[in-house]
């Protein structure tokens, strides 16, 4: 091989990491990598394509880190480490210098391969990286710690929280309807206690002693021989008690039975009675005042129809039923095809009501009426199970909000 070609050949070897092994020619070039072993007996074209091979591989193996690499990745990696903005990029910033794939283990490399004097510059620069970044990463710790806002504290600048908002109750919202519509023609509310005496519930109201809903089978009696009303009425006897004619109430409230629990009864329940009391009252008010109603809460067109019946407590008496509210009277599954459905009770007071409570019945006359208020919101809400209503389930209850 000529001198011109050797030099030429062995300068551009040697700039890829690998030395010529002997002075002699032959010319023998080891490499770090064994299976390479280029001479001058290759020709032109083998040797200028082995060249290429080991340029290439010299361009994608890194080069040893040298001192001043190392002190400037330590000054950088201290820098880096004091302008973490949080404890997320702290800890990015400690994984980049310390970590598996990190600086440190390149450093550490480096001092493996450096000739045996410079091993110990390169070994003092390697512990001064790992002492100065692992002060520096516990300083910027500190410092995010020191300025961090506790958990519990009060951050005056958030945007508040707004708690989630109620609604009224089905029930609740009957009763508005219920009064609102009642207030219109004059009525006003009367309320009492849920738990009542004997005379109130029973004997002011023409109860027979021996009448059914006496027993304790039917009522909630109590040790001190008081009860859970079983009705509303109770009421009308303590405003009639306390209030001489005329009288025009309504009184909403609650009501317990000892029912068995099924899709339309429930212990307890909810209902609205109605008094009108004055001179010369007449089933015709009733009936018209019950028939505007019904026009009210079921819309244009409903009507009500009135069965005889009886109860106690008035005379004549009637069961009020209102034009079906699906089929508009036509006949349906819901009123069982008969175009109607059971909403009241009704009828004029009974004298003998009158006489418990002080009021002449040859001087006044009146009216009175019960209904269900849980059977109204089962109608209007197509609600198909009375305890719905009492499962507290908001996912049920969300829907009528």
């Known amino acids: 091989m000529e001198p011109g070609r050797n030099s030429f050949f062995a300068l551009n070897l040697e700039t890829c990491g690998y030395h010529q092994d002997t002075a002699s020619d032959p010319i023998i070039l080891s490499s770090p990598n064994p299976h390479i072993i280029l001479s001058s007996h290759h020709s032109v074209l083998q040797t200028n394509i082995i060249l290429l091979c080991v340029s290439l591989i010299s361009f994608y193996k890194p080069c040893p880190m040298q001192l001043e690499d190392i002190q400037h990745l330590t000054d950088t990696a201290v820098a880096d480490i004091a302008a973490a903005a949080d404890e997320t990029a702290l800890e990015a910033a400690r994984v980049r ?104 519930n029973f004997d002011a109201l023409n109860t027979p002693a021996d009448h059914p809903s006496r027993d304790p089978q039917d009522t909630f009696y109590l040790e001190d021989g008081s009860l859970l009303r079983c009705h509303t009425s109770p009421v009308q006897v303590r405003h009639m008690l306390k209030h001489p004619p005329p009288v025009r109430i309504i009184a909403p409230g609650r009501a317990y039975r000892r029912d068995t629990p099924d899709a339309t009864h429930s212990a307890n ?82 004298p003998n009501v009158f006489q418990a409570v002080n009021y002449d019945p040859d001087a006044v006359t009146g009216y009175a009426f019960g209904m269900g208020l849980e059977r109204i919101a089962m109608i209007l809400l197509e609600i198909d199970d009375i305890r719905r209503l009492y499962d507290n389930d908001v996912r049920f209850l969300r829907q009528f909000a």
């Open 269 to 350: 329940f909810h209902q609205v009675e109605g008094l009108y009391v004055d001179k010369k009252v007449s089933m015709a008010d009733l009936k018209s005042d019950l028939t505007y109603f019904a026009g009210e809460v079921l819309g244009p067109g409903a009507k009500a129809r009135f069965r005889p019946h009886f109860f106690p407590f008035t005379e004549p008496s009637v069961e009020v039923d209102f034009t079906c509210h699906v089929c508009k009277g036509k006949g349906c599954r819901v009123c069982k095809n008969s175009g109607w459905i059971e909403i009241a009770g009704a009828g004029m007071v009974d």
């Open 97 to 200: 210098y310390l970590g598996r794939k990190g600086k440190l283990p390149d450093i550490m490399a480096a001092l493996k391969t450096a000739a045996p004097e410079q091993r110990p510059q390169y070994g003092q620069a390697a512990n001064q990286f790992k002492t100065r970044v692992g002060e520096a990463l516990d300083a910027r710790k500190s410092a995010l710690a020191a300025t961090a806002t506790p958990a519990n504290a009060l951050d005056v600048t958030r945007p508040g929280d707004l708690p989630p908002l109620g609604s009224i109750h089905p029930i609740r919202q009957i009763i508005g309807r219920v009064t609102e519509i009642f207030d219109r023609i004059g009525f006003t509310v009367a309320t009492g206690p849920d738990i009542d005496s004997v005379f109130n």
